[in-house]
């Protein structure tokens, strides 16, 4: 089992930044694909962003491109996700997920999930 607590959350204006921080507790971190998902209200879970077990390769959504960048620190069992110039559909749950395969942007092959943390972006 892998326990996932999001954290970082919170209303910030148009333009501005948050960073995300996830930690993972139980079985080996280190060796699992870490993705971020956000679920706005009356829509479905979406990726936004995953880096591989070694911070080899990360993958963004085009929507976040050039804006947010994933990260780890497999010795502090963490994920972070640093988002700059938010705009309001930015908004939503943002959820921490660990996968056993390799890093991937299909919901479906995530393992474990955190619990959310609420983004919300005002004009």
């Known amino acids: 089992q892998v326990q996932l607590v999001e954290s970082g959350g919170g209303l910030v204006q148009a333009g501005g930044s948050l960073r995300l921080s996830c930690a993972a507790s139980g079985r080996t971190f280190s060796g699992y694909a870490m993705g971020w998902f956000r679920q706005a209200p009356g829509k479905e879970r979406e990726f936004a962003a995953v880096?591989?077990?070694?911070?080899?390769?990360?993958y963004y959504t085009d929507s976040v491109k050039g804006r947010f960048t994933i990260s780890r620190d497999n010795a502090k069992n963490m994920v972070y996700l640093q988002m700059n110039s938010l705009k309001p559909e930015d908004t939503a749950v943002y959820y921490c997920a660990a996968s056993s395969r390799t890093a991937t942007i299909r919901r479906g092959e995530y393992d474990y999930w955190g619990q959310g943390t609420q983004v919300t972006v005002s004009l």
């Open positions: 880096i591989s077990s070694g911070s080899v390769t990360k």
